[in-house]
């Protein structure tokens, strides 16, 4: 099934009790699809300013599932920066600085060639963006969406109006409290589903994740770890791992219960290894059969 | 195989967010009884003072498995009370007050009947008392500890002295942090490992746990649920159902990889039934069958 993403592309600068990275490849966009690729192909549709370094494009180059067709360089503009601090425990950051650029002006358009898109993954942007990309994409299957705290915060009402047109949201545990008021991640995923998704994976890093469908629950371990660098790009690349291995297994309802369940040990996978160095670094390194061996190892210790 | 627990029996008042409850039968030793006694016969040691409510013979003649000729009610002596708050998201508590009264005198003596005990579970107290049970039981097989915070901070010489004679140790998370100076549970489990024990059942609360033995690395998270009443004696519960079921499957080497994780979904298990009402409310209602339906229901929501 073919594979659609939006969302930011950026430049980083991150700190973490390993050390620390400066004016790397980042954004949702940008680690979805690079985890997602080793699935399936994947449509990209980002936008960022002609000051885009072009040693990124190597990046891009080791990951050549992804489409680029999408990917809009904006005269003038200025790309999406971002900087971020972890603490100690790396299981909290925080925002250095966010330099919006092209990512403040009007959203990159979806090229014709996509129109067909049967699975839409709605990085975390703007839910006034992501309302707009959906429109796009009329044959869509699958529609799922990422969302953040500031969104939560500033543009409550319009996510609400995204929660009623996807099948799935992916946020994280905190964000998930901060939506529903509801400490309890059990309650608060009954809760999002009542605001319309069929269903809702809250994140819960280290401590893994917990999906929440109208069909049923199911939680999941993060796999244990304590090769642990930069934290950056876990989620998205869990999710890019998750909707990239959906698209490759082409279900008959690929929204259900046991599609999604299955698809969560893919996207935990594929995040611990992003996890183990800064930016894309450590996926640059992967190839598929190394996901494959530590599915199976995941699996051996998680099972009961 | 026998199963001798030794720990606190105590008078608890509780304040949940769920509610509160004044003057309610708590203490590890009790918790951890309760919950072994579904799998395996327990002999309990344990001492109140005269001040034991006669209602509490109550709560135990509940639970036959429990041996009582390990009780001992000293005369004069006042039981050990202790009150706490739990805050919103019920992860974390504040302790109102301790009252030790006979705990904090000479421990209770093994009964020579239990001096063969196979298996001994040491259960949260002063590292010095779960020597003293250590050199009471010369026939054990398998040893493992429960430890908290206080004895980390006021007696870590003797906490260590005891990690090189147990085989496995039971704590929270932030204990692990607190006695290794890691924030990565892995890391810490590892790091405990040296310290003596050939395994560490690292707890996390509605996370789950993640077992660290020598063979092996285990996560499993915990039994996802919004009926959450009150969550004191989880942990007792949780080790209660672990040991229980290892005393009641008799393995050949009842600390192995297999025989530990397979007592953690046990565990696991029980304590998903306390955190439902107040003190010993909910496991006094529900047989070993309920426990097994359970144990098919979480397994359904783990599996991968």
Known sequence: MSLLVTGTIGIDDIVTPSGHASRVLGGSCMYFSAAASFYSPVRLVAVVGDDFP???????????????????????????????????????????????????????????????SSILFLANSHPGVQLGMIEQTPQRKLT????????????????????????????????????????????????????????????????????????GICSLPAYPTDAIVDPTGCGDTFAGGMMGSIASATPADPGSFASIRRALVHGTVVASYTIEAFSLDRLRQISRNDLEARFDEYASMVRI
């Open 54 to 116: 072009d040693s990124f494009r190597e990046v891009f180059a080791r990951f050549p599932g992804i489409d680029l067709a999408g990917l809009e360089v904006r005269k003038g503009g200025k790309t999406f920066r971002w900087g971020g601090k972890y603490l100690k425990d790396m299981n909290s950051r925080e925002t250095l600085f966010t330099e919006l650029g092209v990512v403040a002006e009007a959203p990159p358009k979806v090229p014709d060639s996509y129109r067909d």
């Open 144 to 215: 799922v969406a990422d969302t953040m705290d500031l969104w939560i915060n500033i543009a409550k009402d319009q996510l609400l109006v995204l929660l009623r047109k996807v099948d799935g949201l992916v946020l994280n545990y905190d964000e998930a409290e901060l939506l529903t008021g509801r400490p309890n991640s059990v309650s608060a995923g009954r809760h999002i589903l009542e605001m319309g998704p069929r269903f809702v994976v809250i994140k819960k890093g280290e401590h893994g994740c917990l999906l929440v469908h109208r069909d």
